[in-house]
């Protein structure tokens, strides 16, 4: 093939990687205005993400029907190969762009280097037998997912803040892990300066999980016979291997690199059944896939055995999911934790977790009132989910549903505590039928003095844990209305 058709190709590939920045950035942006059909606002880009497809079938043995779109491009790779990685893939156009200005000066690579290469199969195998196992781990590193975790919780809150003034509407986008999410996702896109592409290279599931059907691909690279062995078409490969001896289907993004570069033009691009077996170097041996297969197993259970012994699940957790979750298992085994209702969130109610949820928990989605509350009109959070954790609500359904109930901490509350009224929470509260209301009573101030005063109480039937009473609570340090976990509806939810 002319270098001048690869140069073409080549600059083509860039500029659907930009076109493909942009559309998920801006459906990352959308999915917090009511605008977006339901298949859109759950995400287009998990829809095509046939890790998360295979993993919700593997955890809850059902089908994720809105994922079956994950097939298309998985399909093609046996045409292409991987060209989703080098040629669609969001995350990867921020890693081919910080290769790209972190590169140190092109030289020949001794080859490619197979323990890094193939240390993603071995992941994907940990994720599959976690699934099967009930755990799903794909989210930690799912490439959409740890993208939009990270734009959620971290860029999204640091351009509010530093622009508020500018935009008052940013302000009030917060974040409770800004500094461990941000240093994770910083880490990975500078691990590029060391070797480029390393997340797709090394680390990535879903650039595993195309790569196996990969190896079969039609389309292929291979030189000439008349080739120098000069190995300038090795140089910018984003795995350090070429179209010669050391070329791996598998591995291949079709970046159209070495085409360009070969001064005699001797790459080819082929298509037809596959005549070269995939090199010894990446086989995966049966001791590491059973040691992965092990680890998988072992990782799945952790989790498990913390939620069973966590000494809050006996009375109930100490936590709340936003509206619309299922019951806590099927939870589990459905989130990503790609904290696309977190950006869907107005008002920052929901927020990644911390250890309140357990380990298998971490940065899955719950509500603090602290920083945000529910809003009554909005029904976001439900829309945006792609896996069915949260299930999708019509906006009086979402109004209805109780996430906990109100508590009043008669040592905090103003009424209770120091005697005196204070009507913040019960003018707040959105709900039509008041489950915060007054009651006339005779008590002590905090003076000693017996005064008449208003004093609040909650109808617990009522309430759908808001969580508005708590963020708006006067109080200073621990507010004196909290919401807990008590009747929450997430038993009655059904599951899709």
Not at 23 to 33: M, P
Not at 135 to 154: C, K, N, Q
Not at 448 to 464: A, D, E, F, H, S
Request: with cysteine; charged share 15%; proline share 7%.
């Amino acid at each position: 093939m002319k270098a001048s058709t690869g140069r073409s190709l080549r600059h083509l590939r860039l500029a659907t990687l930009i076109v493909t920045l942009v559309c998920f950035t801006a459906l990352f942006l959308l999915v917090r205005r009511p605008v977006l059909p339901l298949w859109a606002s759950r995400g287009i880009f998990f829809a095509l993400d046939p890790l998360i497809f295979l993993e919700r079938l593997a955890a809850t043995r059902t089908i994720l029907v809105y994922g079956l779109v994950a097939m298309v491009p998985l399909a093609l790779t046996l045409v292409f190969g991987r060209f989703f990685c080098g040629w669609v893939c969001p995350f990867g156009a921020i890693h081919e762009f910080t290769s790209w200005v972190s590169r140190k000066r092109w030289s020949p690579h001794s080859g490619p280097p197979w323990p890094r290469l193939r240390f993603k199969y071995l992941v994907l195998t940990i994720v599959v037998v976690a699934a099967l196992a009930g755990t799903t781990l794909g989210g930690w590193l799912d490439p959409f997912a740890l993208l939009t975790r990270s734009a959620a919780t971290v860029v999204d809150p640091a351009i509010a803040s530093a622009f508020s003034k500018l935009i008052p509407q940013a302000a009030g986008r917060v974040s409770m892990q800004p500094v461990l999410i941000g240093s994770i996702f910083l880490l990975v896109i500078a691990l590029n300066a060391w070797k480029q592409r390393f997340f797709c290279n090394t680390l990535c599931p879903l650039g595993a999980l195309y790569g196996l059907p990969a190896r079969f691909s039609l389309m292929r690279f291979e030189t000439a016979t008349d080739c120098q062995g000069c190995r300038l078409c090795s140089f910018r490969c984003s795995y350090d291997g070429g179209p010669g001896k050391d070329y791996l289907k598998s591995e291949c993004v079709a970046c159209m690199a070495c085409v360009e570069d070969c001064p005699r033009e001797n790459v080819q691009v082929k298509f037809g059944w596959p005549k070269r077996a995939l090199a010894p170097g990446l086989d995966l041996s049966r001791r590491r896939l059973l040691g992965s297969a092990t680890l998988g197993v072992a990782v799945a259970a952790l989790p498990k055995a913390a939620l069973e012994t966590h000494p809050q699940t006996k009375a109930g957790h100490g936590f709340l999911r936003p509206p619309g979750a299922v019951a806590e298992d099927s939870f589990l085994a459905r989130c990503v934790r790609c904290n696309q209702c977190v950006e869907a969130c107005p008002t920052s109610f929901i927020q990644p977790a911390e250890w309140e949820a357990g380990w298998g928990g971490i940065w899955t989605p719950v509500l603090n009132a602290q920083a945000g509350y529910c809003k009554w009109e909005c029904d976001l959070c439900t829309r945006a989910c792609p896996t069915g954790a949260l299930q999708p609500l019509t906006l009086p359904a979402k109004q209805a549903f109780k996430v906990g109930t109100a508590a009043i901490d008669r040592n905090r509350c103003f009424t209770y505590a120091d005697g005196f009224n204070c009507t913040v929470c019960v003018e707040k509260c959105p709900v039509p039928t008041k489950p915060l209301r007054f009651r006339p009573v005779e008590t002590l101030d905090f003076r000693g003095i017996r005064v008449k005063i208003q004093q609040v109480y909650v109808v617990p039937n009522l309430c759908t844990g808001c969580g508005i009473c708590e963020h708006f609570c006067p109080r200073s340090g621990a507010p004196g209305i909290t919401i807990a976990s008590e009747d929450e509806d997430r038993q009655a939810v059904s599951i899709g």
